[in-house]
T-cell receptor, first 112, second 112 residues
């Protein structure tokens, strides 16, 4: 997927446990994003990053935190997973010189 | 503020028939518009994009879209549907100074 990988691809976790999803890029793009995809809602932005240690909230950021200590890695953490966070999570990257986003293959997270 | 509305969460067409997926946008500044396709268990792939050049944009797999400012629309079309076109399609808008906003998606079903 054009130099962007997400891990894990699938995860089942219990309510109340912390979970970290990883997005790794080899494109050296400045911008990275985390979205969640739910039926009837399309893709909703959780958090995004515009550089190392520079992050900001999206429209559905409650219950999530992010970190970007290196250009290539953008981590999404659910501090205490809830069933409402069961979803498919997509990472995306973009560059100011491009006009679109490149997406990872997604992480399917189930909170039981 | 920017947003997109996709009319119809599900669209069914017969193989060989015209495909028309509707997208209307809202933007206070000249927009950049995109169509993405998502096949099952995959991330989103860019189909085509409008970035203020030609109003008729041709994309991959025989798809095209026309930007109509007067109608604030960016509908996606394909003259003849193929079984392999079955997927979910997302319209998106950005103005390059903001994040990208996605519609809720339209699932395209192809009838044999």
């Amino acid at each position: 997927d054009a130099g962007i990988t997400q891990s894990p691809r699938h995860k089942v976790t219990e309510t109340g446990t912390p979970v970290t999803l990883r997005c790794h890029q080899t494109e050296n793009h400045r911008y990275m994003y985390w979205y969640r995809q739910d039926p009837g809602h399309g893709l909703r932005l959780i958090h995004y990053s515009y550089g190392v240690k520079d992050t900001d909230k999206g429209e559905v950021s409650d219950g999530y935190s992010v970190s970007r200590s290196k250009t290539e890695d953008f981590l999404l953490t659910l501090e205490s997973a809830t069933s409402s966070q069961t979803s498919v999570y997509f990472c995306a990257i973009s560059d100011p010189n491009s006009d679109g986003y490149t997406f990872g293959s997604g992480t399917r997270l189930t909170v039981v | 503020a920017q947003s997109v509305t996709q009319l119809g969460s599900h669209v069914s067409v017969s193989e060989g028939a015209l495909v028309l997926l509707r997208c209307n946008y809202s933007s206070s500044v000249p927009p950049y518009l995109f169509w993405y396709v998502q096949y099952p268990n995959q991330g989103l792939q860019l189909l085509l994009k409008y970035t203020s050049a030609a109003t008729l944009v041709k994309g991959i797999n025989g798809f095209e879209a026309e930007f109509k400012k007067s109608e604030t629309s960016f509908h996606l079309t394909k003259p003849s549907a193929h079984m392999s076109d079955a997927a979910e399609y997302f319209c998106a808008v950005t103005n390059r100074d903001d994040n990208i906003f996605f519609g809720q998606g339209t699932r395209l079903h192809i009838l044999p």
